[in-house]
């Protein structure tokens, strides 16, 4: 089997077991798809070759957001084992947000909420809270169009790099007051988590 037909069997595969809703399954096939783009694309050598190592998984991290917030919440329980919490692992480490920096800024939202939903470890908050203040802040000064101020974000930021207790707190009481995402495909009914764990957070 050739390697382009190996990859549209694999995105096949992904696609179908996420509209079947069978998470454990579609996250299985999310982290053999991210491992043939690294082992076979990425050992091509070739400029085309890294090329095409991005595109992939510039497009598998947009795939991702599916399996890590649409589980309905009578399935939660599937999210803290397994093959659905690699994946949450997989969208926030430090691979995935150095490609979000340069390709899908857009995505630091979804990497920052599957932090706070799912993964409030030392071991993530370091890579996401040093790339977040670099990145978000450095392309929030140059204006980028592409990155929009963002709640969660900044409160992430004010709790964890500014260490300005204050600022979160106020940031907190707006997104309690005001949830920002109730249009948001994937967190749109994610407000009652994502203030629980804010206020969690605070109180550490």
């Known amino acids: ?24 399954q579609a996250a299985f096939a999310a982290l053999i798809l991210d491992a043939v783009v690294d082992e ?11 090329q095409e190592v991005l595109k992939q998984r510039t497009c598998l991290a947009h795939w991702l957001l599916f399996i890590v917030f649409k589980i309905p919440a009578d399935k939660t329980e599937i999210i803290e084992r397994g093959q659905v919490a690699k994946v949450i692992e997989m969208l926030i480490s430090e691979k995935y947000l150095t490609l979000m920096a340069f390709y899908a800024p857009h995505l630091f939202r979804y990497a920052a909420a599957a ?13 996401l809270v040093h790339i977040l203040g670099h990145e978000y802040r450095k392309k929030n000064e140059e204006g980028a169009p592409t990155m929009e101020k963002n ?14 207790f204050e600022a979160a707190k106020t940031l907190l009481a707006s997104i309690q007051a005001n949830y920002p995402y109730a249009t948001d495909y994937f967190l749109h ?4 988590l994502l203030t629980l764990n804010c206020r969690i957070l605070v109180s550490y």
């Open 1 to 24: 089997m050739t390697l382009e037909r190996q990859l549209n069997v694999k995105w096949g595969l992904l696609a179908c077991y996420i509209l079947e809703g069978k998470w454990e």
């Open 40 to 50: 076979r694309l990425g050992g091509m050598g070739s400029a085309k070759g890294k």
């Open 115 to 127: 932090f706070m939903f799912y993964k409030p470890e030392k071991t993530f908050k370091d890579d």
């Open 151 to 164: 709640e969660i974000i900044e409160f992430l930021l004010a709790l964890f790099l500014d260490m300005d």
């Open 189 to 192: 009914d994610k407000a009652e």
